[in-house]
């Protein structure tokens, strides 16, 4: 049996789950599988020298993740009209007709969120982190029949990417971005907001 050959590429990823839940996933399909880390600043690449690594290395394909999103976004043919307006991809497959990309952020949300709630819109949802996935989560939101999105991060940068990528989604979504420097006693609050919102998401990037 050959070899199937995966990784991820990030900074910050050295703790990182996904070998664990890829190599378990495989052996459930009897699929003989590796899972490489490929930290671009210990090898001394850039980006782009990790993806050709990666490419040239014989994997079938790359998981991405911060800071290398929307970059790698530049590089792939996307089939998904929903993804190409998201801007970011977080997998990549290797094809001998080129880079394909698909962000599972997005569309595993998409399949969570009908699984629990049917047809049920979102309504007016608080969303608590703007980061990576949490412009992903903005962004399916949006799909999902969200009237109005409350996001809260301490990160202005991010709330402002995840702000555009929400207001691009071309629906009739009420935005309304907070930072909060100090997030602790957070938990005292939440009652509040879901009177308000009705729906409140809390998400937390494990790469």
Not at 83 to 101: A, K, M
Not at 181 to 205: A, D, K
Request: with cysteine; aromatic share 8%.
């Amino acid at each position: 049996m050959q070899t199937v050959k995966l990784g991820l590429i990030g900074d910050n990823i050295r703790s990182s789950s996904a070998p664990t839940l890829h190599l378990i996933a495989a052996a459930q399909h009897g699929i003989d599988l590796s899972y490489e880390l490929i930290i671009p600043a210990e090898k001394g690449f850039d980006f782009d020298a990790a993806l050709a690594f990666a490419r040239n290395s014989g994997f079938r394909g790359v998981n991405v993740t911060l800071p290398y999103k929307e970059r790698a976004f530049g590089y792939v043919d996307i089939n998904d009209p929903a993804i190409r307006q998201l801007g970011s991809v977080n997998t990549i497959c290797f094809e001998p007709d080129g880079l394909f990309g698909a962000n599972t952020d997005f569309t595993g949300f998409l399949k969570s969120y009908s699984a629990a709630r049917g047809d049920l819109k979102a309504g007016h949802v608080l969303l608590i982190g703007a980061g990576g996935v949490g412009r992903s989560i903005g962004f399916a939101l949006t799909q999902l029949g969200a009237s109005a999105l409350t996001i809260l991060d301490t990160d202005h940068m991010a709330l402002t990417w995840n702000r555009k990528t929400v207001r691009g989604s071309e629906r009739d979504v009420s935005v309304v971005t907070r930072t909060y420097i100090n997030l602790e006693g957070w938990s005292v609050r939440l009652s509040t907001w879901q009177v308000t919102c009705g729906r409140i998401l809390g998400l937390q990037m494990l790469p």
